[in-house]
């Protein structure tokens, strides 16, 4: 293990300790105490990908579902670190396919958590397919702290849901879980953006937590603000480095003084307060400078240099 002390983030060669298929996903366990010791719901790893020999410089980033923390002082040894990965590409491919008892160079834990309310408010949690893997950890951070929490699910189809209930059993188990597929295979037919207004109705919400694709997020907060609550989403930029040198993940945010600055997600983020998030300015969900953000580029006679 490496790290700069106080710097928060430890740099492990973590080993692989289980794996299993959940739905269209994989879940992956990796024995990693010392960022299972510092991570908090939100924050997300950087996996080295391809071995030792690979051509593959970028990492892949995770958001962590949820850690087993170890304890430091006479502990064992044996915090891990959960990850839900989807084959979306060769890197990640080769992630799901790495043998339990194998190693996996991860830096973390990366980026900013969820902000947690310091009252016992009410709460809803809103996933979009793998997206909900760290709102599990968060919710159960939130009730400790006496919030009412309702969770929202949403995904395509029952295969692409991750955390849902799967029987008629898990349903009645799981009170306060909402679940919506585009087709209609499990849950209420639709989008979780048909159910959100009576869910934090319901729930009488104060605070949303959201995380999955961009279009949904946007959806997420403007519901959130008509129902005057606020709303907190972890972005999906595509993070190439995860540590704020490559840029690829510059998205623009409104500060507090209503200036749009163009910042990192990886880094400022990936938590944003959604009333922040400039959603205008995302075509095709990728992001786009727009011409009132501090640094544009000013159009040939506008008055630049």
Sequence with gaps: MTSRPG????TVRA????????????????????????????????????????????RRCFSIHRVTPDAREGGSGSGTV????????????????????GEVDLIGPLGKPFPLPTEAVGCVLVGGGYGSAPLFWL???????????????????????????????????????????????QG????????????????????????????????????????????????????ACGVGVCMTCVMPVRSSDGTTKM????VEGPTFRGDRVRWDAFVDGHAVVPADAVGAPVAAGGGGH
């Design 7 to 10: 710097s928060g983030v430890a």
């Design 15 to 58: 080993e692989l300790v289980a794996s299993r298929v959940v739905g269209a996903y994989q879940h992956l366990t990796l024995l990693a105490p010392e960022v299972a010791d510092l991570a908090r719901p939100g924050q997300f790893v950087a996996l080295a990908v391809g071995g030792p020999t690979s051509a593959t410089l970028l």
């Design 82 to 101: 959960e990850l839900v990965v989807a084959d979306a590409g060769p890197g990640s491919r080769w992630l799901t396919q790495v043998p339990v008892q």
């Design 139 to 185: 919710a159960e951070l939130l009730r400790e702290r006496g919030c009412g929490v309702e969770i929202v699910l949403g995904a395509a189809s029952r295969d692409r849901l991750f955390g849902a209930p799967q029987t008629s059993d898990d349903e009645r188990a799981s009170h306060g879980v909402t679940v919506t597929t585009d087709d209609g295979s």
């Design 188 to 239: 209420v037919k639709g989008w979780v953006s048909d159910v959100l207004p009576e869910v934090m109705a319901r729930a009488d919400a104060q605070v949303v937590y959201a995380c999955g694709p961009m279009a949904m997020l946007r959806s997420v907060s403007e519901l959130a603000a008509a129902h005057g609550a606020v709303a907190q989403v972890a972005v999906e930029e595509a993070m």
């Design 263 to 266: 910042v990192r997600s990886c």
